[in-house]
């Protein structure tokens, strides 16, 4: 499986390939969407431009093409919003053909109505990924976007791995000489809902939903009636000065049988994360997937994975439940 980080800076393309990750996602807001829609219509889910979430100018991504040509670290840029207006889609259009003449040939999609219409009209041969975003989460769905021209599906945060494996196999089945690439969540803001369905703002004024404190347990462990503490302020503050990995979401006890579900690439949230944070989110996640290599079996990949990359216990802030 390959790593997939994302990226807020051209800065960040440099340190990030040389920690480990295998390519990147990224955002860009061009001035003449700023200029017709603002942030009312989010281009890419992150209505953001005062920090590293995006990245800042056409020549900073004239600048980011040098760097993939140079590194073959590719860069896929992200159009998942979740719908736009009808005199967006040709903006968009032209967007996507002067980004891809400029060396950037992935895109990320969240609207099944853009996919229609690019399908339509796209005149350059640019690869599709779907966004978590469009919540497929059956072979039904994946058959109309694979339809449509998608090239990899990228699962939501709700799909179990025991899920992928079943939407995975069907494929594999129906369409054994035309195979798609499969991208699962791994690391990072693990979000209480589900992508297609959230109308949070991710913006510089508000924080979004996502970030409300909350605590994730098992129903059947725990008398709901009863449990009534939240994180308080000093938990709030403790978790940004003592850095764990994987404190805002954690799949590595999953990667044994995302693996095995046929996942071919695991994403790294890190947008808007500290440099030196995800510098050392990808090399830790490149740790584990090395750990996973040499495991003989599922119990002795999380033995050693937990004993080698958490000093004293994880974050418990799991993506995936699987049996210790």
């Given at each position: 499986?390959?790593?997939?980080?994302?990226?807020?800076?051209?800065?960040?393309?440099?340190?990030?390939?040389?920690?480990?990750?295998?390519e990147?996602?990224?955002?860009?807001?061009?001035?003449?969407?700023?200029?017709?829609?603002?942030?009312?219509?989010?281009?890419?889910?992150?209505?953001?431009l005062?920090?590293?979430?995006?990245?800042g100018?056409?020549?900073?991504?004239?600048?980011?093409?040098?760097?993939?040509?140079?590194?073959?670290?590719?860069?896929?840029v992200?159009?998942?919003?979740?719908?736009?207006?009808?005199?967006?889609?040709?903006?968009?259009?032209?967007?996507?053909?002067?980004?891809?003449?400029?060396?950037?040939?992935?895109?990320?999609?969240?609207?099944?109505?853009?996919l229609?219409?690019?399908?339509?009209?796209?005149?350059?041969?640019?690869?599709?990924h779907?966004?978590?975003?469009?919540?497929?989460?059956?072979?039904?769905?994946?058959?109309?976007?694979?339809?449509?021209?998608?090239?990899?599906i990228?699962?939501?945060?709700?799909?179990?791995?025991?899920?992928?494996?079943?939407?995975?196999?069907?494929?594999?089945?129906?369409?054994?000489?035309?195979?798609?690439?499969?991208?699962?969540?791994?690391?990072?803001?693990?979000?209480?809902?589900?992508?297609?369905?959230?109308?949070?703002?991710?913006c510089?004024?508000?924080?979004?939903?996502?970030?409300?404190?909350?605590?994730?347990?098992?129903?059947?462990?725990?008398d709901?009636?009863?449990?009534?503490?939240?994180?308080?302020?000093?938990?709030?503050e403790?978790?940004?000065?003592?850095?764990?990995?994987?404190?805002?979401?954690?799949?590595?006890?999953?990667?044994?049988?995302l693996?095995?579900?046929?996942?071919?690439?695991?994403?790294?949230?890190?947008?808007?994360?500290?440099?030196?944070?995800?510098?050392?989110?990808?090399?830790?996640?490149?740790?584990?997937?090395?750990i996973?290599?040499?495991?003989t079996?599922?119990k002795?990949?999380?033995?050693?994975?937990?004993?080698?990359?958490?000093a004293?216990?994880?974050s418990?802030?799991?993506?995936?439940?699987?049996?210790?």
């Amino acid at each position: 499986m390959k790593i997939t980080a994302g990226l807020g800076s051209v800065d960040d393309y440099l340190p990030y390939v040389e920690a480990g990750a295998d390519e990147f996602f990224c955002g860009y807001v061009p001035y003449e969407w700023m200029k017709n829609g603002g942030l009312t219509y989010p281009l890419n889910r992150r209505e953001v431009l005062y920090y590293n979430v995006q990245i800042g100018s056409e020549s900073e991504m004239e600048i980011l093409a040098a760097l993939v040509r140079r590194k073959k670290k590719i860069v896929t840029v992200a159009l998942n919003g979740l719908f736009y207006a009808p005199h967006q889609y040709p903006m968009i259009e032209a967007l996507i053909k002067r980004l891809f003449h400029m060396g950037f040939s992935t895109f990320i999609v969240g609207d099944m109505a853009l996919l229609v219409f690019l399908k339509k009209n796209l005149t350059v041969p640019a690869e599709i990924h779907v966004s978590g975003e469009m919540s497929e989460s059956n072979h039904i769905m994946i058959d109309e976007m694979r339809s449509l021209g998608a090239k990899r599906i990228i699962f939501h945060r709700k799909v179990t791995p025991q899920e992928m494996k079943s939407c995975i196999d069907y494929q594999k089945m129906q369409y054994p000489k035309q195979p798609l690439e499969y991208e699962a969540f791994a690391l990072n803001e693990l979000c209480h809902f589900t992508g297609a369905f959230c109308s949070s703002l991710h913006c510089d004024e508000l924080a979004p939903a996502c970030r409300l404190p909350y605590r994730l347990i098992r129903t059947e462990q725990a008398d709901i009636l009863n449990y009534k503490r939240q994180p308080d302020q000093a938990d709030l503050e403790n978790a940004v000065e003592n850095f764990v990995l994987g404190q805002s979401g954690c799949g590595l006890c999953a990667l044994w049988q995302l693996r095995d579900a046929g996942i071919t690439h695991i994403k790294l949230v890190s947008r808007g994360n500290y440099t030196a944070d995800t510098i050392e989110d990808i090399r830790q996640l490149k740790n584990a997937l090395n750990i996973l290599e040499k495991s003989t079996c599922e119990k002795d990949y999380k033995k050693q994975m937990k004993s080698r990359l958490f000093a004293n216990d994880c974050s418990h802030n799991c993506y995936y439940i699987t049996e210790n």
